[in-house]
C-alpha cells in the first residue's frame, strides 16, 4: 500500500522543481520541453498517480485535489514565463543598430526643368500663370487669329472632344499649345503684362522628337513700347542661363498666324560648339517659335493695338531640356517610360 503522505510529499518537490525549472528558461521551446515533462500524458506528475487507485476513497479524493493545484500553479507560471519572454523579445530594441534607409524619391526631370524655367523668367518679372488644358477652339485657335481651315483646327492635328460645342466658343478640345493663354491673360491683366505660362499640351503627334502629351512654356510681354530688341534679348538671356553663356542664338523669319512679324528661333550646337556635325548639320538647332502679338490677338484680349505692342515666344519644355549639353537623350519618349532605373540617372 502506498504511503499518503509519501506522495503528497513527491508531488510537492515535482511543483517546487518545476518552477525552478520555469525560473530559468531562456526562451518558449524551453517552456514547452517543462511543460511536457511535468504534466504531460508521460509526465512525471502522471505517473506518480498511476497508483493512486489502490488508496482508499478519501485519500485519493485529497490526493486529487493536490495534483490538480499543482497542474494548475505549473500551468501559470508557464504562461507567465512565455509573455515575459515574448515581451522582452519584443521591446529588446538595440538604438545602435543601424536601420533600413527608405528609398527617397525624387521629382521628375521634365519638373526640374519647368522649375528651373520658371526661376529664370521670374528674374525678368515674368509672373508664373497656368490656364486650362481642356479648351475652347476660341481661345486656342479663333483669338489667336488663325483661318477656320487652318491644317491645325484638322481632327488629325488636334484632340477635339466629342458632343461640346459653345456658339460662342465652338467646340471644346485639349489645348494644342500655351498660347491659348495670351487672351485670357490680357482679359484679366492691366498692361504692362510679363506672363510665363508653362502647361501640358496634347497633339496627335508620337516619335522620337513628339509626345501626344508634352509641356510647354509660352512668355508673353505687353507694354506701350516693345520691340524685336526687347524680344532678342529675352531670348538670348533665358538661353545664357538654361544652357550657358557659350550657346549663341540668331532668329529666322516664319510664318505664325498670332505673331507678325513671326520668326523661328535657333541656338548654337551644344555638340559642335557651332561648327557643324551629324547632329546640327551647319552649327544650328530650331529651339521654337517667337514673335511680336498681332494687332487682331492683342485686339482679341480687350486691348487697344494701337497703343499697346507686345511680344511672345512658346517652345517645348521637353525639347529645350534634350537640347542641354550632355544630356544625352535622343529620344523624347524615354521621358515617360516611367523606368525608375532610366530616370533615377538624373
Not at 496634347?202 to 505687353?222: C, K, N, T, V, W
Amino acid at each position: 500500500m502506498i504511503a499518503q503522505q509519501g506522495i503528497l510529499e513527491e508531488i510537492v518537490n515535482l511543483r517546487n522543481q518545476a518552477l525552478g525549472e520555469i525560473m530559468q528558461a531562456e526562451n518558449t521551446q524551453s517552456l514547452e520541453e517543462i511543460k511536457i515533462k511535468y504534466l504531460g500524458r508521460n509526465g512525471l506528475i502522471n505517473n506518480l498517480i498511476k497508483d493512486i487507485k489502490e488508496l482508499s476513497e478519501p485519500i485519493r479524493k485529497q490526493i486529487g485535489i493536490t495534483v490538480n493545484d499543482t497542474k494548475k500553479t505549473i500551468l501559470n507560471e508557464i504562461n507567465e514565463a512565455e509573455s515575459k519572454i515574448k515581451k522582452e523579445k519584443e521591446t529588446n530594441f538595440d538604438p545602435t543598430i543601424p536601420g533600413i534607409k527608405p528609398v527617397y524619391g525624387s521629382t521628375h526631370i521634365i519638373t526640374e526643368a519647368i522649375n528651373e524655367i520658371e526661376d529664370i523668367f521670374k528674374h525678368l518679372g515674368y509672373v508664373r500663370r497656368r490656364y486650362p488644358e481642356v479648351e475652347w477652339d476660341w481661345q486656342a485657335f479663333g483669338s489667336l487669329n488663325f483661318s477656320d481651315n487652318h491644317p491645325a483646327r484638322d481632327e488629325w492635328e488636334t484632340f477635339f472632344i466629342d458632343k461640346s460645342a459653345s456658339k460662342k466658343f465652338g467646340q471644346m478640345l485639349l489645348t494644342p499649345h500655351t498660347s491659348s493663354g495670351q487672351v485670357r491673360e490680357m482679359e484679366i491683366t492691366k498692361p504692362p503684362i510679363r506672363m510665363i505660362n508653362i502647361s501640358k499640351t496634347y497633339r496627335r503627334q508620337s516619335d522620337a522628337s513628339h509626345y501626344p502629351m508634352f509641356h510647354q512654356f509660352e512668355g508673353l510681354f505687353i507694354d506701350e513700347s516693345a520691340s524685336i530688341a526687347n524680344l532678342k534679348g529675352t531670348l538670348e538671356y533665358f538661353v545664357h542661363n538654361f544652357f550657358s553663356e557659350d550657346r549663341k542664338t540668331r532668329i529666322r523669319p516664319y510664318n505664325f498666324p498670332f505673331t507678325e512679324p513671326s520668326f523661328e528661333v535657333d541656338i548654337s550646337c551644344g555638340v559642335c560648339n557651332g561648327r557643324g556635325c551629324k547632329l546640327c548639320k551647319e552649327g544650328w538647332l530650331e529651339i521654337g517659335g517667337a514673335g511680336m502679338v498681332h494687332p487682331n490677338v492683342i485686339k482679341n484680349g480687350g486691348l487697344d493695338p494701337n497703343v499697346y505692342k507686345g511680344f511672345a515666344f512658346g517652345w517645348g519644355v521637353e525639347r529645350v531640356y534634350l537640347m542641354k549639353t550632355n544630356v544625352g537623350i535622343d529620344d523624347l519618349r524615354t521621358l515617360y517610360s516611367n523606368d525608375i532605373r532610366y530616370l533615377k540617372q538624373f
